[in-house]
């Protein structure tokens, strides 16, 4: 069986080493350096191109279960990273060319991995079982063929809003509620606005910080909320603010203005807030948002943010091994998918690579438990309930609730973390054996 592997990123270099190690050649086709993105500079594999840092290393928070959970299943970047850390506080940081060249000298010298440099423009009808890891940028001729063959379901812009977990929201703030009580009343939470609360909001909206946008981040398609705000101190009322429909129970009024939160997921314990994209610096974003009647304590599992950034509605195209529904020998991996971050795109690429080789061998797929990270981002990815699918980051707010009620929540989010690697144990061993 042929197995071959486009773009050596973060994921395609995880999920060529997927399969080499599993005992099968793998062609990896690699456009740089005949052809760089905007964002690169480097020749060599799985660069950094933005922050150094892979966020938290310690277990009892997302980004460190997720990292120790890849390391699990035989990760090539999780190891080289820990052995150029730098130091970084709790956070895991690398020397970026240090590790670009450690991962590129292990692919390169893995006597399985054939390194073919070539700008890819389709996806090969010989090459066996492929796997796309083409990246957030992915363009021209190589777009148009992923839009031919999932059925022009691949987005070019990242326009999403912040997501908080139910959890954090304040019940006794908000209520449930759909505009003219159409929909059930758990669809929407709403956070009600009194005219001296919105009109604070609105100010601080306005005067807040923005990111600063690269060239090949430009977003033009849609409005965000504080460029809407700068239109006039009522024209959020009029649009994704406003109350119409909508009756507090606690004053038996309509409020002077509302945020809706929507359901995220089936489980109900992520919201997202309606109409709120933005371009807001994250820190921002946290000050501001948090003046929002009811979102005082919120935790944001994703901030929003509006750039260049090409990934597939995966709920439609992909099942959760990563494979094409409609194809089931192409497999994606990466941002492309939707998952977003760093070690996100490399976690991705090793359940491509994984169920790659269990797919050439007639094995079923490897489903990791949703309570283990890797498991619910794959559970995420293609979860056909998910209306308007947005890319995700590993957050515990994407694991199923725990059997018990921790408040405390270090002792919470180590409880979730000491879950998924019992969980994990099983396919761990099956796995690496």
Known sequence: MKFTVIGAGLAGVEAAWQIARAGYKVRLVEQKPLKRSPAHKSDDFAELVCSNSLKASRLDSAAGLLKEEMARLGSVTVPTARSCAVA??????????????????KI?????????YEVAMEIPADGGIVTVATGPLTEGKMSEAINALCGKCLSFYDAAAPIVTAESVDMSVVFGASRYGRGGDDDY???????????NFINELVNAEGA???????YEGCMPIEKLAKRGLDAPRFGPMKPVGLTDPSTGRR????VQLRRENAEGTMYNLVGFQTNLKFGEQKRVFSMIPGLENAEFVRYGVMHRNSFLDSPRVLNFDFSLKSNPNV???GQITGVEGYMESAASGIMAGINAVRRAEGRGSLRLPKTTMMGALSAYISDETVKNFQPMGANFGILPPLDIKIKDKRERYAAFAQRALDDLKGAADENNN
């Open 212 to 218: 600063v946008l690269h060239d090949f981040d430009v």
């Open 255 to 258: 409020p002077w203005a509302a």
């Open 88 to 105: 970084a506080g709790g956070a895991l940081a690398v020397d970026r060319n240090v590790f670009s060249k450690a991962v590129t000298e």
């Open 331 to 333: 497999f994606f991996a």
């Open 189 to 199: 939470l709403n956070c009600p606005f009194n005219k001296e609360q919105y009109e």
């Open 108 to 116: 390169k010298s893995h006597p399985n991995i054939e390194i073919v």
